[in-house]
Nanobody, 123 residues
Framework: QVQLAESGGGLVQAGGSLRLSCVAS????????MGWFRQAPGKEREFVAA????????TYGDSVQGRFAISRDNAKNTVYLQMNNLKPEDTAVYYC????????????????WGQGTKVTVSS
């Protein structure tokens, strides 16, 4: 079993930056691809970024390409999402997820989910 806990959300002005963290409790963190998703009120959950177990491969949603960066530190059982040049439309609850298989960009591909951390970007 894997438990995930996100942190780092908060209020930031447009153009600012935040770094989200997700700590996994499992003992096989290296075996899981990790992803970030977000969901704004009244909208569908949206894929943000994913990273392979080794950290060598990453992929991003079109809306955050060039602004966000996903990374991981397997020694710390932690995955990060660096968010730069934030926009009001980035406002959402951000969720960390773990997939036993390779990285995917859809919700059903993930086995475990965190509780989410809220990011609010003011204009």
């Amino acid at each position: 079993q894997v438990q995930l806990a996100e942190s780092g959300g908060g209020l930031v002005q447009a153009g600012g930056s935040l770094r989200l963290s997700c700590v996994a409790s499992g003992r096989t963190f290296r075996n899981y691809a990790m992803g970030w998703f977000r969901q704004a009120p009244g909208k569908e959950r949206e894929f943000v970024a994913a990273i392979s177990g080794s950290g060598w491969t990453t992929t991003y949603g079109d809306s955050v390409q060039g602004r966000f960066a996903i990374s991981r530190d397997n020694a710390k059982n932690t995955v990060y999402l660096q968010m730069n040049n934030l926009k009001p439309e980035d406002t959402a609850v951000y969720y960390c997820a773990a997939a036993f298989r390779g990285i995917v960009s859809y919700t059903a591909g993930y086995d475990y989910w965190g509780q989410g951390t809220k990011v609010t970007v003011s204009s």
